[in-house]
């Protein structure tokens, strides 16, 4: 059965101290792998795609990279609004469907 | 291009009540998939739709359905609702081509609370 695990559950950062959150996942061929942030109240916002191990992408203070059983998460000097839950999602080989197989999340406080 | 867009944001019920909620994809997106959100679960798949046909299906009681019009707006029903059913409901789109892979956008979700 695909899964998804997210690691911490929770993590206090400083601001400027830099971090790595945790997506390691079993799934029957992975065809994408899924980085979205969500504020409370609010849907999930995508941040990243990744495709294939070794893969990486940027934006702004997060680095996202991903290896054949997991992916990481890179917070550079994180601010105050970096705050937030961070999900990762996994879109597994299965015909063709959109369902996103989504971890628990990291809830990352950043306190100034 | 304005987003997804999800009516009513807030929602009220008693147990036995049925419930019906909307979702509007972004323009030329026509792949509308449904997701439930609770503190203990996360989010779990509920089903998704793409061209006015259910592509897929997750774990959950009949009593959850849906269906998507021409325009690709969709609705998810629930019937003889419980305790249980109170979640955020969130409603993702993408222009996903049928065997593809694109990334979905999600609205910013229905609270259903259920008394």
């Known amino acids: 059965e695909d899964q998804v695990t997210q690691s911490p559950e929770a993590l206090r950062l400083q601001e400027g101290e830099s971090s790595s959150l945790n997506c390691s996942y079993t799934?029957?061929?992975?065809?994408?792998l899924f980085w979205y942030r969500q504020d409370p109240g609010k849907g999930p916002e995508f941040l990243f795609t990744l495709y294939s191990a070794g893969e990486e992408k940027e934006k702004e203070r997060l680095k996202a990279t991903l290896t054949k059983k997991e992916s990481f998460l890179h917070i550079t000097a994180p601010k105050p609004e970096d705050s937030a839950t961070y999900l990762c999602a996994v879109h597994s080989q299965g015909g063709a469907t959109n369902k996103l197989i989504f971890g628990t999340g990291t809830l990352l406080a950043v306190q100034p | 291009k304005a987003g997804v867009t999800q009516t009513p944001r807030y929602l009220i019920k008693t147990r036995g009540q049925q419930v019906t909620l909307s979702c509007s994809p972004i323009s030329g997106h026509r792949s509308v998939s449904w997701y439930q959100q609770t503190p203990g679960q996360g989010l779990q798949f509920l089903f998704e739709?793409?061209?006015?046909?259910?592509?897929n299906k997750g774990n959950f009681p009949g009593r959850f359905s849906g269906r998507q019009f021409s325009n690709s707006r969709s609705e998810m029903n629930v019937s003889t609702l419980e305790l249980g059913d109170s979640a955020l409901y969130l409603c993702?789109?993408?222009?996903?081509?049928?065997?593809?892979?694109?990334?979905?956008?999600f609205g910013p979700g229905t609270r259903l609370t259920v008394l």
């Open positions: 739709y793409f061209s006015e046909t259910q592509r």
């Open positions: 799934v029957s061929g992975l065809r994408g």
């Open positions: 993702a789109s993408s222009s996903a081509l049928r065997g593809g892979l694109n990334t979905q956008y």
